[in-house]
């Protein structure tokens, strides 16, 4: 005896077919926006403790650096230039030397960063051959 399902009308199947698939993709929805929510929660977190990581890593460096300024206007005040002059001279050789590392720096970052080498060129493929078979296949 043939039940209930296989006795209604295409029309019915169908109306279900196209509600069991909404009702589908809408707890897909729901279930990618969670995710997503709880994902962006993790990333803030991990932001926050890098900002700190890196505040704190730039107060390093600073340290460092005037130790590096210290120690050269040492070497040339044993050399026999004047204290003040030495601090000095040592200043502006770590400023233009670290200057120069980080324009160079910037400069490399700045041209990753150029939108040509931001485009989702595999993406923008896949979505044109995945339109093309479905045009194809009608």
Sequence with gaps: M???????????LATELIADVSSLLRKEIALAKAEASEKLDQAISGVEILI????????????????????????FVQWGMPEMSATTLS???VGLIFALIGWRLLANGMSALKA???????????????????????
């Design 116 to 138: 040509r080498n931001l485009t989702m060129d595999r993406t923008a493929d896949s979505v044109r051959r995945d339109v093309r078979t479905a045009k194809e296949s009608m």
């Design 91 to 93: 200043a502006v050789i």
């Design 52 to 75: 700190a990581g890196i505040v704190f890593t730039i107060a390093a460096v600073g340290v460092l650096l005037t130790a590096l300024v210290t120690g050269i206007a040492a070497l």
């Design 2 to 12: 043939p039940d209930q399902k296989e006795r209604a009308p295409i029309a019915e």
